[in-house]
Structure formats: structure tokens, C-alpha cells
């Protein structure tokens, strides 16, 4: 049987969707901070202009997913949004946000508009077995027993005209989203964003996240988290490459630079 789509949204990205009074959690020194996406506050004890300062406003269960992600893991973030949208019943931007961590190789989005679409059962989103079926197949590539079985389960339902028309749709899908193309785009994106925060945490310096905290945190620690966080994202991935964690060394405080 195939599990109903909403309930599988508790997949996508939980490690990196926050509570709204975990968005205001901080560890702060006495150092400068590189900042990422938006500007550092001046002190360590002064509050930046962040959506996080409004927690004690939004709802305890509500979904919060922190902006600053995007440019560097985007699939997590964008799934995170997805996640928050149909926490408020926007189905339709639910869609369009598992379509946009979809193309940045997240497994789980693909999984979610996979059953989405070939269950039905998704308000504001028409059921279409083929475009689901095509889905299941681009998450079933990881070979996550869940995701095959899923997938089985549905071609195991479909008629033999569904079966050809989710071919037609699965050949456009995975020109864009399969993981030969999806996966080394977001590595490479992961990659490349993360080597200002490497550079910080290798000397002993603070970051900055925009709508993770209001105050810098330490960017070891933050580096540790992001490079776990693109370990379980990517490490099943064939010919995979994340460059690695930075190593803890005794440094003097780094002067502070920007991620723009």
C-alpha cells in the first residue's frame, strides 16, 4: 500500500527545518564573524535585524527554515519550505518548493511529488499517475528501500497505458533531475559555499547565518553541521566528492570577511 503524500513530508530536510524557539539558539566568543547572506551584528550581544527576534511571535510548531541555507545546501532549504508550506495547507507552493530541492538532487522531494501526484490525495494538486510514477522512478535511483518499494507498488497498480505515458514523462524528468545531472550541480554548489565558512572555522573564527540565529556562532561548529548535513545528502550518491571537514587547530582571531 502506498502511504498517503502529506504524511511523508515529515521526511524532507527535518534536520535542518527548526521550531521557532530553536531559531533563536546561539554560541557566541569574542571574535569577528564572516558573514553569509546578510550582514554580521556589530556586537556579540546586540540583536541583528533577523526574522528569529520575532520567534516569541510565531507559533511554537510552526516550521521555520533559516534563509541562509539556500546558497549552500538549497535542496534542505527548499524542501524545509516545502515542508512549512503544507504545515499551512499552500499545496501549491508545496509543489513548487519540492520542485526546486528536486533539482538540487533531494530524493525525499522527488519521493513526496511522487506519491503526491499518483495518490491524489493532495489538495490543489490533480492526480496524474504517470507524472507519478516518473518520480518514484528518479528517487528510486538512489536504491533506498523505501523509495523501491514505493515505486514497485505503484507500477504494480498502474495500467499498461499509465506505464507508457510515465516513460514519456519520465525521459523529459530526468534531463533535469536525475542524479547524473541533479547530484554533481549540487555537490559542486555545496562545495563552493562552503569554502568561506571552511576558511573561518580553520581559523578559529565566527559566522554569521542569516535567519539561523540573530548572533555569530562558531564557525567550527557551524562547518561541522553543514558538512553532516551534505554527508547524509550526498553519501549514497555514486562518485560522490564533498570536500572535507575542517580540522580543529589553536589560531588567532581572524579578521572578519563576507560571503556575498
Not at 190 to 207: E, K, M, P, T, Y
Not at 235 to 245: A, E, P, T
Request: aromatic share 8%.
Amino acid at each position: 500500500m502506498i502511504k498517503r503524500s502529506i504524511a511523508m513530508l515529515g521526511l524532507v530536510a527535518a534536520g535542518l527545518c527548526l521550531s521557532a524557539s530553536a531559531a533563536a539558539q546561539v554560541t557566541v566568543n569574542g571574535q569577528s564573524p564572516v558573514t553569509v547572506n546578510g550582514r554580521a551584528p556589530d556586537k556579540a550581544n546586540e540583536q541583528a535585524p533577523d526574522t528569529a527576534s520575532d520567534a516569541s511571535t510565531v507559533q511554537e510548531d510552526a516550521i521555520y527554515c533559516p534563509t541562509a541555507l539556500e546558497p549552500i545546501l538549497p535542496g534542505d532549504y527548499y524542501a524545509c519550505e516545502a515542508r512549512a508550506a503544507s504545515g499551512r495547507e499552500h499545496y501549491t507552493k508545496m509543489v513548487d518548493m519540492l520542485q526546486e530541492a528536486a533539482y538540487w538532487a533531494n530524493k525525499d522531494a522527488q519521493y513526496v511529488l511522487g506519491l503526491a501526484y499518483f495518490n491524489g490525495d493532495t489538495p490543489e494538486v490533480p492526480q496524474n499517475r504517470p507524472l507519478g510514477l516518473a518520480w518514484l522512478a528518479l528517487a528510486a535511483e538512489r536504491k533506498k528501500p523505501q523509495y523501491q518499494l514505493a515505486y514497485a507498488s505503484a507500477r504494480s497498480k498502474a495500467t499498461p497505458a499509465e506505464l507508457r505515458r510515465a516513460v514519456v514523462e519520465w525521459r523529459t524528468l530526468r534531463l533535469k533531475y536525475a542524479d547524473r545531472v541533479a547530484a554533481p550541480r549540487a555537490i559542486r554548489h555545496f562545495n563552493h559555499a562552503i569554502q568561506s565558512i571552511d576558511d573561518a572555522a580553520r581559523d578559529g573564527g565566527l559566522v554569521y547565518l542569516h535567519g539561523f540565529s540573530p548572533y555569530a556562532q562558531s564557525a567550527f561548529a557551524v562547518a561541522n553541521k553543514l558538512h553532516d548535513e551534505a554527508d547524509t545528502d550526498f553519501s549514497d550518491i555514486h562518485g560522490s566528492v564533498v570536500v572535507g571537514k575542517p580540522e580543529w587547530v589553536q589560531a588567532q582571531p581572524a579578521s572578519a570577511s563576507s560571503v556575498k
